[in-house]
């Protein structure tokens, strides 16, 4: 009998082709809808395996209904969705996408890091809505991004790409992290700062940490005031380390300057959210990784160690903290 995998949303029949004589896939027949929670409750039951998403929440009641489940294969870096602490105690491996999507997510990064700096997502909303009368001296007039100072708030191998990115616009490149990066530190010349100091000097302040209970709210009142008046903040992290009414207040009173977000608290979001409704935002739903190479890369990478662990091996990419 071969394991049975669990498929949270429809992937490419391409990319699941070369696994199915290995598994007896099951799959949510939906590309654009999270599988309903009492679905996978059901499903979850006779799954050896689960490959699933950063929509679905894999926390200890459904880890319970799992009683096969060997393997949890989140296709995300980020793995804030699954309680890892409660995967290990019942032996369940999980396992995440690194660095398949390091340098399309730095990509996005620097891409949003402009965007709002330059007012590119505004100046086009202003020309398709037929605002265009005239050139003129200030018309969207943003802030240059060359020879600034880049503020990167983890710095992990995103945020390292992202400093790689930096240095290409001659930007002087600070970070703060839990640990020295002494091979940023050599290679791209990366400052180390304390977190006080980044948020003080940087004309860019740009968050890539990991959503964990140290860094929820990270980005709060006290944080964006010991900004500059004139900073940009950009988060391709988790809209979790953020207090967005905190954010909201500052772009609004002036605090900084403009932001850039790919993530959000309670996403998917509308247009009515208050962020999303100012001009100064550039606001993205949550698509760092989205290219279809690095997609599909990540979809393999999770199937890749789902098969590691059915044939007895170490998976590629097992969550760090395990
Ligand atoms: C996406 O947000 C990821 O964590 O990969």
């Known amino acids: ?49 689960l490959l699933c998403l950063l929509t679905e929440q894999i926390d200890r009641e459904l880890l319970e209904h799992g009683e096969k489940l060997k393997i949890v294969a989140n296709m995300a870096v980020g793995f804030d969705n699954v309680d890892v602490a409660a995967a290990k105690e019942r032996g369940v491996m999980v396992t995440n996408t690194p660095d398949v999507l390091t340098d399309t997510t730095a990509d996005l990064t620097f891409a949003l890091l402009m965007a709002a700096a330059r007012r590119i997502v505004e100046a086009s909303e202003y020309i398709k809505s037929n605002a265009w009368e005239n050139w003129s001296p200030y018309l969207l007039a943003g802030a240059d991004v060359h020879h600034k100072t880049i503020g990167i708030v983890g710095m992990g191998r995103i945020g390292q790409a992202v400093a790689k990115r930096a240095k290409g616009f001659d930007m002087h490149v600070m970070y703060h992290a839990r640990s020295r990066k002494p091979d940023a530190e050599r290679e791209i010349g990366a400052v180390y700062k304390a977190f006080d100091e980044l948020l003080a000097e940087s004309d860019f302040v740009v968050c890539l940490v990991p959503l964990t209970n140290q860094t929820a709210d990270l980005f ?66 949550h698509i760092g990784s989205a290219s279809e190479e690095t997609r599909s890369k990540m979809l393999t990478l999770c199937l890749d160690n789902v098969t590691a662990v059915f044939n007895g091996e170490k998976p590629l990419t097992p969550v760090s903290t395990q």
């Not at 949303?9 to 009492?38: N, Q, T």
């Not at 996978?40 to 799954?47: C, G, P, R």
């Not at 967005?244 to 009173?253: G, I, M, R, V």
């Not at 850039?260 to 100064?280: C, M, R, T, W």
């Open 220 to 285: 709060n009142r006290e944080a964006f005031r010991k900004m500059k008046n004139s900073a940009v903040f950009v988060n391709v992290s988790r809209g979790g380390t953020v207090d967005e009414d905190a954010l909201y207040d500052a772009l609004t009173k002036g605090e900084i300057r403009a932001a850039g977000l790919d993530v959000f608290k309670g996403e998917p979001i509308g247009a009515e959210h208050p962020l999303v409704q100012l001009d100064n935002v550039a606001a993205l739903p």
């Open 1 to 49: 009998m071969k394991p049975v995998i669990y498929v949270t949303r429809k992937i490419p029949e391409k990319v699941l082709k070369p696994y199915r004589s290995h598994f007896d896939v099951r799959m949510w027949e939906a590309a654009d809808e999270p599988v309903p929670r009492d679905v996978l409750l059901k499903e979850i039951q006779d799954a050896d395996g």
